[in-house]
């Protein structure tokens, strides 16, 4: 019954993350819009996961749209991490390798199905990394509130250690990728 087409969902989904991400690089001078882009950010992951929805729903499902919806989620992963980047003032030598990471880890997602026609939402996955797109945040606020981010393990930063437990993750899926492209590959 929406009556938007699942590839206005798509975009409409896109730019609330978008508008998130920004709201996340705002952060850095105003800690607050930590915790403002999470709704944001939510009511977009809700509106990602209804396209596929509507689009089964009305009959609408296209390859067109399939590839729209991935190219703008890998753009909105892209966009949200560098927005809370950028808010949690990130050092560049946790910023790189992480985005690099992500987009390594949302690659290997979409290639497997371009390579293999299969599609596996098992272990670590893009739902995940949003699910961890509206804690790191949180926990980030908090740690900047108290003022606790001079605080240092290993001679890393509390929201540098986020970044590296992010990093963790995504690492794991790439892995989990690996080895699902491989079972796919002996079959």
């Given at each position: 019954?929406?009556?938007?087409?699942?590839?206005?969902?798509?975009?409409?989904?896109?730019?609330?993350?978008?508008?998130?991400?920004?709201?996340?690089?705002?952060?850095?001078?105003?800690?607050?819009?930590?915790?403002?882009?999470?709704?944001?950010?939510?009511?977009?992951?809700?509106?990602?996961?209804?396209?596929?929805?509507?689009?089964?729903?009305?009959?609408?499902?296209?390859?067109?749209?399939?590839?729209?919806?991935?190219?703008?989620?890998?753009?909105?992963?892209?966009?949200?991490?560098?927005?809370?980047?950028?808010?949690?003032?990130?050092?560049?030598?946790?910023?790189?390798?992480?985005?690099?990471?992500?987009?390594?880890?949302?690659?290997?997602?979409?290639?497997?199905?371009?390579?293999?026609?299969?599609?596996?939402?098992?272990?670590?996955?893009?739902?995940?990394?949003?699910?961890?797109?509206?804690?790191?945040?949180?926990?980030?606020?908090?740690?900047?509130?108290?003022?606790?981010?001079?605080?240092?393990?290993?001679?890393?930063?509390?929201?540098?250690?986020?970044a590296v437990l992010l990093a963790l993750g995504a690492l794991a899926g790439i892995a989990q990728r690996l080895r699902l492209a491989?079972?796919?590959?002996?079959?």
């Open positions: 019954r929406s009556p938007l087409s699942p590839n206005a969902l798509t975009l409409l989904a896109f730019l609330l993350n978008l508008a998130a991400a920004a709201l996340f690089a705002a952060a850095r001078f105003r800690p607050i819009l930590f915790m403002v882009a999470i709704p944001v950010i939510t009511i977009g992951g809700l509106l990602d996961a209804f396209d596929g929805i509507v689009a089964r729903e009305q009959n609408k499902a296209s390859r067109f749209g399939d590839f729209l919806d991935h190219l703008l989620d890998r753009a909105s992963d892209l966009a949200l991490l560098a927005g809370w980047l950028i808010g949690a003032r990130m050092r560049l030598e946790f910023a790189i390798p992480l985005l690099i990471l992500v987009a390594l880890n949302g690659y290997a997602g979409t290639q497997i199905e371009a390579t293999f026609g299969s599609r596996s939402y098992q272990g670590v996955g893009r739902g995940e990394f949003v699910l961890a797109l509206v804690a790191i945040p949180t926990l980030t606020y908090v740690i900047v509130a108290a003022g606790a981010d001079s605080f240092r393990i290993a001679m890393i930063s509390l929201t540098e250690a986020l491989r079972s796919l590959d002996r079959d």
